[in-house]
């Protein structure tokens, strides 16, 4: 089954540092990945997507994320983490199905980021 | 303009109630879904239509009723919910494989439905 984990139920950081939100996947073939994150009582916002070229995926609002094949990872990572990027995370994957796609989602990450 | 409208915010309704949840969006995406979300918990897909036709059910109860009226609109026709129906639904909309040019969906702020 193609899926993908989020080990972590909630990261804590400083302001001003770096963070890193970790998802590894677990696919047949070409993986199609995403990041996405949710504040509350909000929908979901799209924030980059992997599908091919570049391994250093960069997003919105200045979020970027690796794509390592070797170590089936697309870890979420920016420089300096904002008081405001507290929220949840979610990393998705594409799954295609015979009468259309899905997305297949990871667990969630808290980000707290602290001041 | 990468919106995805859904109304109502909120809604309280009875086990006997029948009520609807509308979503619409403008983008020119062949693909909408409905999910149906818990707290802190990730999103669980419920169906997909594309093209106007519901091509994934992922063994929803009958109690919930999708329609496509057109390719802006989805509907999501609510019947006899149990108090587990509790949840945040959310729609999303997104090209279609054969639209090809981008593969993320995009979701509306979701639906609070409460079931008492």
């Known amino acids: 089954a193609q899926s993908v984990a989020q080990p972590e139920d909630q990261v804590n950081v400083a302001e001003g540092n770096p963070l890193t939100v970790k998802c590894t996947y677990s696919?047949?073939?070409?993986?199609?990945l995403f990041w996405y994150v949710q504040y509350p009582n909000r929908g979901l916002q799209f924030l980059l997507k992997?599908?091919?070229?570049?391994?250093l995926v960069k997003g919105s609002y200045g979020f970027e994320a690796e794509f390592n094949k070797s170590q089936t990872s697309f870890h979420l990572k920016k420089p300096s983490a904002l008081v405001s990027d507290s929220a949840l995370y979610f990393c998705?994957?594409?799954?295609?199905?015979?009468?259309?796609?899905?997305?297949?989602f990871g667990a969630g990450t808290i980000l707290r980021v602290k001041s | 303009d990468t919106e995805v409208t859904q109304t109502p915010k909120h809604l309280v309704m009875g086990m006997t109630n029948k009520k609807s949840l509308k979503c619409e969006q403008h983008?020119?995406?062949?693909?909408m879904y409905w999910y149906k979300q818990k707290a802190k918990k990730p999103p669980e897909l419920m169906f997909v239509y594309s093209y106007e036709k519901l091509s994934i059910n992922e063994s929803v109860p009958s109690r919930f009723s999708p329609e496509c009226p057109n390719s802006s609109l989805l509907n999501l026709h609510l019947h006899a919910l149990q108090p587990e129906d509790s949840a945040l639904y959310l729609c999303?909309?997104?090209?279609?494989?054969?639209?090809?040019?981008?593969?993320?969906?995009?979701f509306g702020p979701g639906t609070r439905l409460t079931v008492t």
């Open positions: 696919v047949s073939g070409n993986p199609y």
């Open positions: 998705a994957v594409r799954v295609t199905m015979e009468y259309g796609n899905k997305l297949v």
């Open positions: 992997y599908i091919t070229g570049d391994n």
């Open positions: 983008m020119g995406h062949r693909a």
């Open positions: 999303a909309s997104s090209q279609t494989t054969a639209q090809l040019r981008s593969y993320e969906q995009y």
